[in-house]
Every structure is written in structure tokens, then in C-alpha cells.
């Protein structure tokens, strides 16, 4: 993967100003740390960093392609995983290939077919392609959302970039947060309005969204979208038509020419992506490396929830012994964890989920000193409804996001004047109803399974995008690319037309998926209950994490006590999180976590010279 930035300015002559565009490009140089690159035109300047996992030699970028008197320039951060079939295709029609990269293919693929080149793409993705002859920028980014792409323009210019931090590298972009942004934060956070970057004036691409910019403007087009439309497959074919799809993704994402590894929890959905990356890799005569975390302290603090009934431990010596992979135990220190609470804000531009983020930084660089790339579990939950909101009558019948109930606690620690003005309830509830007007409906369906159709696409559009971005921002901060098999648009399509009696076979979460993988894993791992991502249950992380908070709220000069309510919080802290059980966000993130995100918040504050408007 890569970072890619560009700047488009119609009143200056951008040939003057390499050094910004330079300056852009070098904030993401974790991104890249093997090589980089700038082009400059008159109106156009684009940079890359580039992190190398396929094609030293051919895949440099920006990459430049003359034909006839047009000539095209590309930036991009992404895999494609139908590469081959892409070229030999292309080659058809009479184009030449002088690489074995994916970004030649991709840039041939746009001047071959403009803008609807991203229909036929299979593959993660980010990319900006400048047309000189034409003046034209063409931004995309892939359907489900896997690689990010921020933006921000004025009446004269458009940057973009795949993290904040390259955009307010520019002298003229300035971090300012409104009443909008403060909302986002407060209210969502740490989730985001699909599109809504945080900062005021500053945006994110949409998943499965492109964007045209020249001199009339910002033209965005949504390029794809789950369809609505009845199931006729019989459960044996639907069966049949996942087990394939799933092995399908995951052979195509092991395509690498550098190391790679799988991330093993123990629980069903890693499992089944290393077990079928094993096997393969045994056709050739070769080991899978496989990973997991937990932390100091928790074979003995750890404690039985609803959300986290038991510990991954033996189920990942179980899976790596039946898989035969050579596995790496990785342990995170307790007070590293809240160390790294900072750098993860700097890694995501933004607060995030406090140590969830934090820890898998950790785990991200302990793995980088021996790998470049994994394929991780994420999206499964999402597409095959493996959470418990997607079986809790309260949550089916609630008319919120499921993952943010406790939106009046929220509420009740910030300072009266901010909680009257930022109406958090009000915000929660228009950005929800808009969400819900997008669902693309089925005529004549129960109104359970249109229900469950809204529940799916809220997963989908919000609690995934926070996964992906987590899982983006956190390994490409140490230089580590991570694929999500799960996310394969082709699985995801077909998914959601499956009714609901389906996807909750035998009653169980995920049952479709359990059946359909049926002789892939031992029973113990098939029919192991959901346990989300771990975290720490060592008392040392919550007493640390109160700490750092206290010390918060006793320096006048911490900028976020403009906004808390500031005895509330301090008897949250000195309670060590007790008085706060009830998850804030997600499963698992209660009191501590919650210290841990406003931590995060103001140090966000403080390191990004915000200034509030």
C-alpha cells in the first residue's frame, strides 16, 4: 500500500511549488517508507510514497503514460486482485504493458475506459488520475470503503490525500472544527458521518464513489451500491455459491512478492481465512505465518462477559497446531498501551477507539519487523450479521445506531452550555434517519427482513467504515498492509440479498457462514460463540488511564475543558471507570475506554493547533 496526495490549482503555476507538494507527500511517508515520488505540471502536482509489495522495478509512481498527444499521470494506493484478467483484456485491444504492476494496469484501464474503468475492478483502492491535455483530475475509491481518500476544496483548488495530516501540510488548509465537527466527536465519535472528515471543510470520498474536478468544478458520482432484489438460490446453492466466493477471496489476496501472514484471534472468521491460506500454502511446499495479541496481566485479570465469554488463548494454539502454521504470540505491555494512546491519534488524524486503536499500533510494529503484508477477518460480522444487536429484540426495535446507546451519558459529562448548544441527541438522530433513507428498499418484503435490510446497512456504512479506517490507519502507520478477504465486493453483493432466515441458520450468529465452512475448521472453532477483538483487563491499564485524565483536569490549560463538565468526569476517573458500565461504543469500550477517548481528545486538540469555531 501507499500514501498518495495531490494538489490542483487553476490561478497559480504549481511548477513553483514542489516543495509543498513534497512536504504533503513526506507526511505519509509510514505509508511508504520504500520509495517516493512527485510530479509537477503547471496546474497539477501529485506526490506518492510507496510501500513495496509487488514489482520493485515496474510500479513506481507517480506513473506517467503518453498516448498521442494525451498524457496521464497516477497516483495510487490500493491492490487489485484481478489484475491478470485486467491485462489480458487490455492486451486485446492493443495496449502494451511494459511492467507487472497493478498500477500500470490500472492507469491503462482509465484511458481505455474513463471513468467507468471502476466498475471493473476487483480490488482495495484509492486513486487520482490527472488527464494533462484535458485538465481534468478523476478521484475513486473502493466500493467498500477498504483505502481511505480525503479531500478539500475552494472557487480555485482541490487537494487530496490519503490521510488529514497531508492535507494540513498545506500552507492553506487550517485544522478548525465547528459545531459539526464537535458533534461528530462528541456525539459519533469515534465513528463518522459516511463522507465527513472531521475538520470543517474537509471531507472523505465515499466508498464506491468517484469525483471529477476541472474547471467547473467537484462532480462526485456513486459508481456502485448494494442492490436490492429477491433470493432464488436454495440454501444448498447459497451455500455452495459462499463457500466459493470465500475461497475465491482469499487465494486472490495472497498474491504477494514479500512475506505475508494471516491474523489469528482463534475465533471463526480468521480462522477460516488462515486455514484456507494455510492449505494453499502447503500446495506449496511452504509454511502460513499466523499472529495473535493479548496483553500483560490477562490469563489472570480476564473475566467472562456477554460480549467476551471466553479467552482466545487455546483456541489459537488449537487452530495454528490443526493448520499447521508458525505462530507468533504477541504480548502488549500495559503501559505501552496507554503510552500509544497519542500516537494513535496521530496515526488516524483524529480520536479514535482509544487502546482497540492503540493496541493493534502495538501489535502492527511487533509484526512489521518480520512481515509487509496480512489478510485479517475484518467485515464478516458486518456482511453475515455476527453481532448481537443483530438478535437483541431492544436493538431491532430501537431507532438509533446500536453501537451508540448510551448517547444521554454522553451527553450528561459534557459542560450545560456545550450540551445545549451541540444538541447531541438531535445530531444523532438526523445523521441515523439519513443513513435510513438511503437503504435501497425491496417492495413486498416482511417487515422483518426490511428491517433487517436497514440494520445491514448501517453496519455496513458506519460500524465497518470504523473497523476499516482503525485497521487502516493503525498497520499502515508502521508500514504493515493488511487485506480484508470478507470485504470482496462480489460477496458482499450476493449477501445481501440473502434473507435473514438464511444468514441465521440453526438459529446460531453467522450459521450461513459456519455451514457453508463446514470441514474447514475443527467443530470446537466452527461453533465457537463471537468473541470480539480482545482487550486488556489488567486493573494497571484502568488506574494508568485514569491518571493521565486527572492530570487533564487539574491543568487549566487543557483545551478540552472547554467542553466537558468537568466534576462528572473526575468522578469517572477517581472511580476508575466503575460509575461508566455501560458500553459507550461498540461491545466492549465502557469507562475505560471512554477516559482513554478523552485523553485522545485533548491531546488531538493540543498536537493539531485546532481552533474552534
Not at 483548488?157 to 488548509?173: C, Q, T
Not at 426495535?397 to 451519558?409: G, H, M, Q, V
Not at 470485504?487 to 435473514?500: M, Q
Not at 460509575?579 to 486538540?605: I, K, N
Request: charged share 25%.
Amino acid at each position: 500500500m501507499c500514501g498518495i496526495t495531490g494538489w490542483i490549482d487553476w490561478e497559480r503555476n504549481l511548477s513553483n511549488h514542489r516543495e509543498t507538494i513534497s512536504q504533503m507527500g513526506e507526511t505519509m511517508k509510514h505509508r511508504g517508507p520504500d520509495a517516493s515520488g512527485v510530479w509537477v505540471g503547471k496546474h497539477a502536482a501529485l506526490a506518492h510514497t510507496r510501500l513495496i509489495v509487488i514489482d520493485p522495478e515496474g510500479g513506481k509512481q507517480p506513473m506517467i503514460r503518453q498516448y498521442g498527444d494525451h498524457k496521464y499521470v497516477i497516483t495510487y494506493n490500493g491492490e487489485l486482485y484481478n489484475t491478470e484478467e485486467l491485462r489480458e483484456e487490455l492486451e486485446l485491444r492493443g495496449h502494451r504493458f511494459f511492467s507487472y504492476s497493478d498500477t500500470e494496469v490500472l492507469l491503462i484501464s482509465y484511458i481505455e475506459w474513463g471513468e467507468q474503468c471502476v466498475d471493473r475492478l476487483n480490488g482495495i483502492f484509492a486513486f487520482g488520475v490527472w488527464d494533462e491535455k484535458k485538465q481534468r483530475l478523476f478521484l475513486a475509491r473502493d466500493r467498500l470503503g477498504v483505502k481511505p481518500l480525503f479531500y478539500t476544496y475552494d472557487q480555485h483548488k482541490l487537494l487530496y490525500a490519503s490521510e488529514i495530516k497531508a492535507l494540513l501540510a498545506h500552507p492553506e488548509v487550517v485544522p478548525i472544527l465547528d459545531k459539526e465537527g464537535l458533534s461528530e466527536v462528541f456525539a459519533l465519535g469515534p465513528s463518522r458521518t459516511p463522507g465527513h472528515g472531521v475538520f470543517h471543510g474537509i471531507y472523505e470520498l465515499r466508498p464506491g464513489h468517484s469525483l471529477v474536478y476541472d474547471q467547473n468544478g467537484v462532480k462526485i458520482r456513486q459508481y456502485w451500491n448494494v442492490e436490492s432484489k429477491p433470493h432464488f438460490d436454495d440454501l444448498k446453492t447459497t451455500l455452495t455459491k459462499v463457500r466459493e466466493l470465500i475461497f475465491d477471496a482469499v487465494k486472490r489476496q495472497l498474491v504477494s512478492d514479500v512475506p505475508l501472514f494471516t491474523f489469528l484471534s482463534g475465533g471463526l472468521d480468521s480462522s477460516l481465512i488462515s486455514a484456507i491460506a494455510a492449505n494453499i500454502y502447503k500446495e506449496k511446499g511452504e509454511q502460513l505465518d499466523t499472529y495473535s495479541i493479548d496483553y500483560e496481566g490477562n490469563e489472570k485479570y480476564f473475566k467472562v462477559s456477554e460480549f467476551q465469554p471466553n479467552s482466545d488463548t487455546p483456541y489459537i494454539r488449537q487452530m495454528s497446531e490443526f493448520i499447521g502454521s508458525r505462530h507468533h504470540y504477541v504480548e502488549i505491555n500495559t503501559l505501552d498501551l496507554v503510552e500509544s494512546l497519542k500516537d494513535a491519534v496521530i496515526a488516524r488524524d483524529l480520536p479514535g477507539m482509544a487502546d482497540v486503536d492503540s493496541s493493534l499500533l502495538l501489535f502492527s510494529r511487533k509484526i512489521k519487523k518480520e512481515a509487509t503484508v496480512g489478510l485479517s477477518g475484518e467485515c464478516a460480522d458486518e456482511i453475515f450479521g455476527g453481532y448481537p444487536w443483530f438478535y437483541r429484540n431492544d436493538d431491532l426495535l430501537s431507532n438509533t445506531f446500536p453501537w451508540l446507546r448510551s448517547i444521554a451519558e454522553r451527553e450528561n459529562i459534557l459542560a450545560k452550555e456545550v450540551r445545549y448548544e451541540l444538541r447531541l441527541k438531535d445530531y444523532l438522530s438526523e445523521r441515523y434517519q439519513q443513513t435510513l433513507d438511503e437503504v435501497p428498499k425491496l417492495h413486498g418484503e416482511s417487515p422483518l427482513q426490511s428491517r433487517m435490510r436497514e440494520l445491514f446497512y448501517l453496519n455496513m456504512t458506519w460500524f465497518m467504515q470504523t473497523l476499516l479506517e482503525r485497521k487502516d490507519r493503525m498497520t499502515m502507520a508502521t508500514g504493515l498492509e493488511v487485506r480484508v478477504p470478507y470485504a470482496d465486493h462480489r460477496l458482499v453483493e450476493y449477501l445481501w440479498n440473502v434473507p435473514w432466515e438464511m444468514k441465521n441458520l440453526e438459529n446460531r450468529e453467522k450459521g450461513l457462514l459456519r455451514k457453508a465452512l463446514k470441514g474447514v475448521l475443527p467443530e470446537e472453532i466452527l461453533m465457537r460463540k463471537k468473541s470480539p477483538y480482545p482487550k486488556t483487563h489488567n486493573p494497571e491499564y484502568t488506574a494508568a488511564v485514569s491518571k493521565v485524565m486527572l492530570e487533564i483536569l487539574h491543568d487549566p490549560t487543557s483545551p478540552i475543558l472547554l467542553f466537558i463538565d468537568k466534576e462528572k468526569v473526575e468522578e469517572i476517573a477517581n472511580s476508575g471507570g466503575k460509575s461508566f458500565q455501560l458500553p459507550w461504543f461498540g461491545q466492549l469500550m465502557t469507562g475505560p475506554q471512554l477516559l482513554a477517548y478523552l485523553v485522545q481528545v485533548d491531546f488531538w486538540l493540543r498536537h493539531y493547533h485546532i481552533t474552534i469555531r
